[in-house]
Structures are given as structure tokens and as C-alpha cells.
């Protein structure tokens, strides 16, 4: 799975930065994000990754579970599961912020 992350194509690279980020931001690693498993803060992470990769970087739910080795409707599940959590939560809007801003300084380099 992060083969496909590090072999994307130049365009798509900020998403493995952006990968890093988040998962750097709930304390695993990128491998713990993409790992199977239904548990604790690679979950988080997981779900952040997938609503950030739609949002902000406009990508389609296929093309993301592409990437990260889910299915389309699980990226949509997991969008829509942060959107909820991101309209009610207030650490959950302080995190994604946080790598809001450190990906856009990460692009404008």
C-alpha cells in the first residue's frame, strides 16, 4: 500500500505529505494508518487522511481508496465520519487545523 503512495505520480506527492502529517499529528506511523485494523488513533488518522484528501485536494473517494487500499465507500463512510466529528468537536477541528496549516506551508514552498 505505501508503494503507492511513494510511486504516485509528482502531482499527487503532497498527498504522502500530507499522509505524514496526519499521521504524525495522532502519534503512528504511515504504515499504521494504512494497516487493516478498526482501532484507536491509526483510525483517527485514517479518517482524517481520507476527508482532507477529498476536501482540500479534491480527489475522488475511488482514487483515494485506491491509494490507500479501501474501498470507495469506505472513504465515504470515513469522510462523512469526520465531517460529523469535525462539526462537533472542538480538539477534532484544533488537529485538523493544525495540519491545515502545516500542509499549506509544506505547498507553498
Not at 7 to 34: D, S, W
Request: proline share 2%.
Amino acid at each position: 500500500m505505501r508503494d503507492n503512495l511513494i510511486n504516485m505520480p509528482k502531482v499527487l506527492r503532497p498527498l504522502c505529505r500530507l499522509l505524514e502529517i496526519v499521521a504524525e499529528c495522532h502519534g503512528v506511523t504511515i504504515e499504521e494508518v494504512l494497516a487493516d485494523g478498526r482501532e484507536g488513533a491509526r483510525v483517527e488518522a485514517r479518517i482524517m487522511f481520507c476527508y482532507m484528501a477529498n476536501k482540500e485536494f479534491g480527489l475522488s473517494s475511488v482514487r483515494i481508496g485506491k491509494l490507500i487500499g479501501r474501498t470507495h465507500a469506505t472513504v465515504l463512510s470515513n469522510v462523512a465520519s469526520f465531517q460529523k466529528k469535525l462539526d462537533t468537536i472542538r480538539y477534532v477541528k484544533w488537529a485538523y487545523d493544525m495540519v491545515m496549516e502545516e500542509i499549506t506551508k509544506e505547498l507553498e514552498k
